[in-house]
């Protein structure tokens, strides 16, 4: 339970146990676990994971276990948006790593839990269709194209690092949908100053990449599908690799410097600075020799990030052209 906390065994567990609110929040023999609730939240926000630690001692498992209803408390403080996407992708890839190492009949169970309809069959496993959708919308790679799953009777089968993947989305969702909580003045009071440190770095991360002005870039230009990708980055979601990819050559190719558009990758949930930098130097020939150009419309389409295409749409095909006969249209 303690390395699984999101299960409904630990909420009840929990339950039964009985603390009150008032000596969950504030009895000196839950200090510890207050503590480490803080570090739980910390944890994802500057690593974007939840660390492994000892739990030897009963003293140990139950403060890790009851990391988890308090860290929601703090992030629920702190209210965030990119706090709460970056909390909850943290305790989903957590999760995904933990998982590899449990058999079949705690997976079945946790997919119960997730509401992921699915069957086990000779070392695969079939899951509907629709909650492949659902679990797979902001995983945009061909390999998650429902035209290209083997689809029997209604159901997408998987081998088990893929269905595990699919889990990871689910719980991400589950997660980040549960949050904000509603907090009342204790609560608040209790971790005012946990929640003044996380609004700190999270400020600090917000100033240290704020996005720069685009420059001789007229966003007035941009094609529909550049132009989604940048509004969903502008408010803190995540896109596919592909998007990543084919944005981040695009502004490249236009003139923006590779820290312009490390800024402008700040605010995804899933953002480290260091991997962030690498794609972006690599993409634009720094380290790789080769700058990549974006790709051209067929393939945007195929990916499933051609968005919202208009008449101009149709007498290009490519974004960079879209960019180029829209600026002669202006002058």
Known sequence: MARFPYLKETASHIKESDPSLDDFLTDPAYEEARIAGGRRVLEALENSKIEDHSLVSDAEILNELLSYPVARM??????????????????????????KAEDDEFITSLSN????????????????FSDFLKATAQLRGKIWKLINQRLDDGYVTLNRQRFLRVLQESLRKKIENELPLEVNEKILETFREPTLELL?????RKSKYKAEDFGKIR??????????????????????????????????????????????????????????????EHISGVTSGTKYTPPECSTMKSYGICYDPDELCARIKHPLSYYRLKGKRRS
């Open 74 to 99: 703090i992030v629920s403080c702190v209210g965030d948006p990119f706090l709460i996407r970056r909390y909850a992708l943290s305790e989903a890839k957590t999760g995904y790593e933990r998982w």
């Open 219 to 280: 966003t007035t230009r941009l094609p529909p599908c550049m132009h989604r990708l940048l509004a969903t980055l502008q408010t803190g979601e995540g896109i596919p690799h592909t998007g990543r990819f084919a944005l981040t050559a695009f502004l490249r190719h236009l003139g923006l410097r590779p820290d312009d558009i490390l800024r402008m990758f700040s605010t995804i949930p899933d953002f480290d600075e260091g991997k962030t930098r690498y794609q972006i």
């Open 113 to 128: 839990e997730l509401d992921v309809d699915h069957k086990m069959e000779d070392g695969y496993t079939k899951i509907h």
């Open 200 to 204: 700190d770095k999270i400020q600090e």
